[in-house]
């Protein structure tokens, strides 16, 4: 087997297999990429059996041939290689090792059996569906913030998507707050409520910010594919039932105000730096047309901040978890944002003033 391939084409197939790839596994094989070389280029395959990926990247092939070899090792020879550079790849010693060759840079990797590596089966179906790779990675941005980092609550860590009134919806909750968004879905397309992990949405959302074409998305019983470009990704769905969301989202009222993001942001991420406990607590507080952020802490001292906001009702004060705060604001495309509230132990609902198809609900605490 003989091959060349420049660095600009295959980095990115390497870092999306590293990625994927189970560098811990006790299997060794799943710690291994694929590399296919045939008449259609490369081909780069990668799995830890939840997560798989796919990728054609073009390459000058002499001779056919398929091999595994060490993710991770391999994706870092790719990466330390100059910008400019072509590798060539060649088999040695009776195929037990690929030789990767780049100017006077020489390196043999250890290969193991390629027959081990697990199949992996795309996916077809009638209910197919195109989206552009904006729209989708809309949802993911807005709604990634309240994953529930804890794996072991399998149901929240990751984001719920379906359809409903031809709309895409996209939730996601902690227990502590909640984002939701939404997009237009194609004519007939339908996606019964699924949960996709957070590994597979932060993997997805490498795929979308690099993707150049609309997205061929394919939901099955248990598993979700993506393609875009040269790339196909597949990834177990979680078996788990996702809360009944709508049932926390505050009403719209008259009690709301309005108040520049960039100012929003400004006084709570001020105050914040005196906050000594592990959540960052701050406590807002409305009086007239100005909102207030302040903390108090017998350690570090005292901080406050206030800002002007447009606002006609009575006075209102909570206690919120700052960081939270400070992701629903930060991932705001609008130059102003609307919170509606309602007393000290209520929910806040946080809309962004220019866009009315995505929502926040952050849950106060006490301080």
Request: net charge negative.
């Amino acid at each position: 087997m003989r091959a060349r391939v420049t660095k600009k084409d295959i980095l990115p197939a390497v870092m999306r297999a590293v990625s994927v790839a189970d560098k811990k596994s006790v299997v060794p094989i799943l710690s291994h990429v694929l590399l296919s070389f045939d008449k259609d280029g490369l081909t780069l395959k990668a799995t830890d059996l939840d997560i798989s990926v796919i990728e054609k990247v073009p390459a000058d092939i002499d001779t056919f041939g398929v091999v595994a070899i060490p993710a991770g090792t391999f994706g870092d020879i790719i990466r330390k290689a100059p910008d400019n550079a072509t590798l060539e790849f060649s088999l040695t010693d009776g195929g037990n090792k690929l030789l990767v060759t780049t100017g006077k840079s020489k390196f043999e990797l250890s290969t193991l059996d390629s027959s081990d590596f697990p199949a992996i089966n795309l996916l077809t179906s009638e209910n197919e569906f195109k989206v552009k790779p904006e729209d989708l990675n809309k949802l993911i941005s807005l709604t990634k913030i309240s994953m529930s980092p804890e794996e072991n609550r399998h149901n929240l860590n990751g984001i719920y998507f379906h359809t409903e009134d031809g709309k895409l919806i996209a939730a996601s909750t902690d227990g502590h707050r909640l984002s939701v968004s939404q997009i237009s879905m194609p004519e007939g397309a339908n996606i019964p409520g699924v949960i996709i992990s957070k590994k597979s949405i932060l993997e997805i959302k490498k795929l979308l910010d690099a993707c150049a074409s609309e997205v061929s998305v394919i939901f099955s019983s248990n598993q979700v594919q993506l393609s875009c470009d040269n790339t196909v990704f597949l990834s177990k769905l979680v078996d788990g039932v996702f809360p009944e969301y709508k049932r926390v989202i505050p009403e719209k009222n008259e009690n709301f105000f309005t108040v520049k993001r960039d100012d929003f942001i400004g006084i709570v991420d001020r105050v914040a730096v005196i906050s000594d406990d592990k959540v960052r607590s701050v406590k807002l507080e409305l009086t007239g047309n100005s909102l207030s952020c302040y903390v108090a802490s017998n350690r570090l001292g005292s901080g406050k901040d206030e800002v002007t906001v447009a606002y006609e009702g009575e006075g209102w004060n909570a206690g919120f978890n700052a960081s939270y705060l400070l992701e629903v604001a930060q991932v705001l495309s609008g130059s102003e944002m609307k919170i509606f509230v309602k007393d000290t132990l209520s929910p806040i609902l946080i809309i962004d003033e220019s866009d009315e198809d995505s929502l926040f609900v952050i849950m106060p605490m006490r301080i």
